[in-house]
């Protein structure tokens, strides 16, 4: 059976592949010309590409596209496509593509883990200096000429603890041993890695909150960790604490978050990532409260988008157009 797919999967390019790519930033035509890059000649030349920023902006006929590569759900889209063959995130985090509902059993879902790990690794660590230096403070007294001399912090000795030990998390501890960090950190699956001193099972993660100087969100939004922090782990937590949110919003209670910060709980938090899902990939509206909180720094869920994201995702996007081509096996399947 395995022999029949394969050569019927080489039959495929006697005619052409019709790959769509979907890139709400607008670089869909940077992520074909990387895509190309990456493929050999027999298998570029009978590629063929329908590319779009969003839903709205497709304008040709796709149902017959084999491939689809995005990082929006197409939800309006998928379910015209007659025999989609796989479907790839440009992103680690999928559940925004199962919640959607449109991929059909058996279509293989892909995703881009770790093209982001150090992108969003130094964006975290980026944060606990801004903290411990008081960057804020500093531009503050640029901004009124004010020549104030004082006392900053260290990263040394301070305790990291990061709940969701996946690639993104394990790159970040490893950047923090460069500062001389204790790190601890917890997942559903036991990780044993050099730079983690102590693991915690993800049941355990309150353990890792009372702990912490700082504490970095890379777990995945599922019904166990949505609201996994609120007024109760916030009030457990030292007053010193530093929260980094680049995973889902929905991990730290919104209530809980505001009485926190305006009561300070805890020192400070960043946010790359927010409650409202429109426009995606989340939003924070101007009218929000949020925006008025002190101790908030807002970020515009970007920090994974560095110039060397796509290159990254369009490899693994590119080796997985040559395995099926090859009838081998997908690599980075997260659904089937």
């Given at each position: 059976?395995?022999?029949l797919?394969?050569?019927?999967r ?7 592949l ?17 895509v ?9 030349n ?9 839903e ?15 990082q ?45 790990a ?30 104030e ?122 946010m790359?990532?927010?409650?409202q899902?429109?426009p ?12 008025n ?44």
């Amino acid at each position: 059976m395995f022999f029949l797919k394969k050569i019927e999967r080489v039959m495929i390019m006697s005619d052409s592949l019709t790959v769509l790519i979907v890139d709400m930033e607008g670089n869909q035509d940077r992520y074909v010309e990387c895509v190309l890059d990456n493929l050999p000649e027999s298998i570029r030349n009978k590629v063929k590409f329908i590319t779009a920023k969003d839903e709205a902006g497709i304008k040709e006929d796709v149902s017959d596209v084999d491939i689809v590569g995005t990082q929006p759900p197409l939800v309006n889209t998928v379910p015209k496509i007659k025999n989609l063959k796989w479907f790839m995130t440009f992103s680690s985090g999928f559940d925004q593509h199962i919640n959607a509902g449109v991929i059909p059993d058996g279509v293989p879902l892909v995703n881009a883990p770790g093209c982001q790990a150090k992108g969003i690794s130094e964006f975290v660590i980026m944060c606990m200096l801004a903290h411990v230096k008081q960057f804020k403070r500093l531009i503050e007294n640029q901004e009124i000429k004010n020549f104030e001399r004082f006392h900053n912090d260290e990263l040394t000795n301070k305790t990291l603890g990061i709940i969701g030990l996946g690639e993104i998390g394990i790159e970040l501890a490893r950047k923090a041993k460069a500062f001389d960090m204790r790190v601890i950190g917890s997942d559903v699956v036991e990780k044993k890695d050099p730079n983690v001193d102590e693991f915690f099972w993800a049941k355990d993660y309150e353990k890792i909150l009372v702990q912490s100087d700082f504490v970095s969100l890379h777990a995945k939004e599922t019904p166990e960790t949505i609201g996994m922090i609120g007024k109760e782990q916030l009030k457990a937590m030292k007053d010193t604490a530093y929260i980094v949110n680049t995973a889902r919003a929905s991990l730290i209670d919104r209530d809980a978050l505001i009485t926190a910060l305006n009561e300070k709980w805890i020192a400070g938090v960043t946010m790359d990532v927010w409650y409202q899902r429109q426009p995606l990939p989340s939003y924070l509206p101007a009218d929000d409260e949020l925006w008025n909180l002190e101790n908030l720094l807002v970020s515009p869920h970007n920090c994974g988008q560095t110039a060397l994201f796509i290159p990254r995702a369009c490899k693994i996007f590119s080796e997985n157009i040559i395995r099926y081509v090859e009838g081998r096996e997908l690599t980075n399947v997260v659904k089937k």
